[in-house]
């Protein structure tokens, strides 16, 4: 019986490790982008709170856009607005946006260092402290560790 048993429990615990698994899922590593991203958005909303402004949502049509261009700055080696209108656009279809900003960035390795760059810009900042509602962020990853960030907003 005491060998069934510890037999039951070997076969268990192979299975799990056999399907809990796949080969593609030791090679991504996106905890950093997350982490990242979900400071950024608590970064922005504290920074709009302080300045008595509603907290921004987050958007999944937003993120998506956000992290296409991020890996779109990545294929281009630069940091770029290209292609800003096809994005608005695409918020104007999806989710009946009025209004739309981006604001992007690379190589700073901290949610906190990419905000205090934005902030002390006037023209990122006016899109943090915009009139908006939805938010979309990624910051991804290069080849070499570099991230590249963009925001996208939108009302």
């Given at each position: ?13 192979l ?34 709170q ?9 958007s ?27 994005k ?6 999806k ?61």
């Amino acid at each position: 019986m005491k060998i069934i048993f510890h037999r039951s429990i070997l076969v268990l615990i192979l299975s799990l490790i056999m399907f809990s698994c796949s080969e593609d899922d030791s090679n991504i590593d996106t905890t950093n982008e997350i982490t990242v991203v979900d400071e950024i958005l608590n970064l922005v909303n504290e920074h709009r709170q302080s300045q008595s402004l509603s907290i921004l949502a987050k958007s999944a049509t937003a993120e998506e856009l956000a992290i296409d261009h991020s890996k779109y700055m990545i294929s281009q080696g630069r940091i770029s607005h290209d292609n800003r209108d096809a994005k608005f656009q695409t918020l104007q279809e999806k989710e009946n946006a009025r209004s739309f900003g981006e604001n992007v960035a690379s190589g700073q390795n901290s949610a906190q260092s990419v905000m205090t760059g934005w902030l002390n810009s006037s023209g990122h900042r006016a899109n943090i402290e915009g009139n908006y509602t939805h938010i979309g962020i990624a910051a991804v990853k290069d080849e070499n560790g570099r991230f590249y960030y963009t925001q996208i907003f939108y009302r």
